[in-house]
T-cell receptor, first 115, second 112 residues
Framework: DTGVSQNPRHKITKRGQNVTFRCDPI?????LYWYRQTLGQGPEFLTY????????KSRLLSDRFSAERPKGSFSTLEIQRTEQGDSAMYLCASSLLAGEVDTQYFGPGTRLTVL | AQSVTQLGSHVSVSEGALVLLRCNYS??????LFWYVQYPNQGLQLLLK??????LVKGINGFEAEFKKSETSFHLTKPSAHMSDAAEYFC??????????FGPGTRLSVLP
């Protein structure tokens, strides 16, 4: 078990460009979450998947954001036409739903800087 | 709706002193409560969690927290601070069938 991994760890892009981040969850975890964290704040929920199904999306997730989890394994988060306000740390977490509550295990994050 | 407040965005303690990080929550359903720690440029690591049962929960690295329903609190404590405890600490609440809501975090500094 190598934990949740995210790539890239850092991404610098120019405003208007598209970016894509990848998250590899802990194997056999059926849930995968995406969060955004800005400086001095706690993580804010964006969306989550159970297996390959995207079950919930936050109002924070504008039309420029799209997430996928093909085959219920890794996930990608794409931001189109990036804006300076998109600069943040994007965190991925995975969990195994067994019982009432699942415990989320976080990856190291992808830090996005939009110039 | 759920929310979390963490009193004190920055707490400083001396090495060996008691650590107390405060967390208060609001939840319309019975809450599940969590404390996570984040070291610089790293993801969040689970310290401890309360789901049901015993209200005093012990976690890793000598931390513990007590769920007090009457006070809607879940404060994190450690009897003796170590330099390696310096980090950002986040309290989070989750109701059954609901998503995590994180507090704004408290940065802990440990002075030699």
């Amino acid at each position: 078990d190598t934990g949740v991994s995210q790539n890239p760890r850092h991404k610098i892009t120019k405003r208007g460009q598209n970016v894509t981040f990848r998250c590899d969850p802990i194997s056999e975890h059926n849930r995968l979450y995406w969060y955004r964290q800005t400086l001095g704040q706690g993580p804010e929920f964006l969306t989550y998947f159970q297996n390959e199904a995207q079950l919930e999306k936050s109002r924070l997730l504008s039309d420029r954001f799209s997430a996928e989890r093909p085959k219920g394994s890794f996930s990608t988060l794409e931001i189109q036409r990036t804006e300076q306000g998109d600069s943040a740390m994007y965190l991925c977490a995975s969990s195994l739903l067994a019982g009432e509550v699942d415990t989320q295990y976080f990856g190291p994050g992808t830090r996005l800087t939009v110039l | 709706a759920q929310s979390v407040t963490q009193l004190g965005s920055h707490v400083s303690v001396s090495e060996g002193a008691l650590v107390l990080l405060r967390c208060n929550y609001s939840s319309s359903v019975p809450p599940y409560l969590f404390w996570y720690v984040q070291y610089p440029n790293q993801g969040l690591q689970l310290l401890l969690k309360y789901t049901t049962g015993a209200t005093l929960v012990k976690g890793i690295n000598g931390f513990e927290a007590e769920f007090k329903k009457s006070e809607t609190s879940f404060h994190l404590t450690k009897p003796s601070a170590h330099m390696s405890d310096a980090a950002e600490y986040f309290c989070a609440v989750r109701g059954r069938g609901q998503n995590f809501v994180f507090g704004p975090g408290t940065r802990l500094s440990v002075l030699p």
